[in-house]
């Protein structure tokens, strides 16, 4: 299964913007590159995913390289809210396994006010 | 909608004693799943189920038994509880669209095993 590489932990400013980038050099054209977050305390909820093109949503956006082996989840405007450990998934789509998550370390993000 | 709920939120099991963590999705959802969480750690597969009836294997299966019969309710039955087993524990559920779709998890089942 193709790997994803996050830093361990990063810090932000709130209502600054935060990048929090994932290396996945291993992906393969099916994979699907998703980013899952977990609040203190709860189960993960689903923030964004994309497979070749840049994606925005609600809450936030994906940049994805053109080569695909990288990958960078944007918060415009981080809230203490957005602390929270964030992990960079690929899910492959030419199989079931595709259908489960395989979990990383993830990035602690830590937001002061 | 409730969507995804578990219980109990809170249990503490002496070793060997058996105990059922309760899952139960109200999204009519194909895929349930059930993951433990270690302190400090990511979500680890532990069985999973494709519809009523299937249930198959994840990565850290040992010690847990599933089933599934119907759509709704997934339960997860520690055997023989060993302080190993000391964990979170979280179920999923999904509409089974291979690499995309959005995976919803309950608020997990926070079980010590003493």
């Known amino acids: 299964d193709a790997k994803t590489t996050q830093p361990n932990s990063m810090e932000s400013n709130e209502e600054e913007p935060v990048h929090l980038p994932c290396n996945h050099s291993t992906i393969s054209g099916t994979d699907y590159i998703h980013w899952y977050r977990q609040l203190p305390s709860q189960g993960p909820e689903y923030v964004i995913h994309?497979?070749?093109s840049n994606v925005n949503n609600r809450m936030a956006s994906l940049a994805i390289a053109e080569d695909r082996k990288s990958s960078t989840l944007i918060l415009h405007r981080a809230t203490l809210r957005d602390a929270a450990v964030y992990y960079c998934?690929?899910?492959?789509?030419?199989?079931?396994?595709?259908?489960?998550?395989?979990f990383g370390g993830g990035t602690r993000l830590m937001v002061k006010p | 909608n409730a969507g995804v709920t578990q219980t109990p939120k809170f249990q503490v099991l002496k070793t060997g004693q058996s105990m059922t963590l309760q899952c139960a999705q109200d999204?009519?959802?194909?895929?349930m799943s059930w993951y433990r969480q270690d302190p400090g750690m990511g979500l680890r597969l532990i069985h999973y189920?494709?519809?009523?009836?299937?249930?198959d294997q994840g990565e850290v299966p040992n010690g847990y038994n599933v089933s599934r019969s119907t759509t709704e309710d997934f339960p997860l039955r520690l055997l023989s509880a060993a302080p190993s087993q000391t964990s979170v524990y979280f179920c999923?559920?999904?509409?089974?669209?291979?690499?995309?779709?959005?995976?919803?998890f309950g608020p997990g089942t926070r079980l010590t095993v003493l």
């Open positions: 999923a559920t999904h509409r089974g669209l291979a690499g995309v779709g959005e995976q919803f």
């Open positions: 998934i690929l899910r492959d789509s030419s199989s079931n396994a595709g259908n489960m998550l395989t």
């Open positions: 999204m009519n959802h194909e895929y």
């Open positions: 189920s494709v519809g009523a009836g299937i249930t």
């Open positions: 994309g497979l070749t």
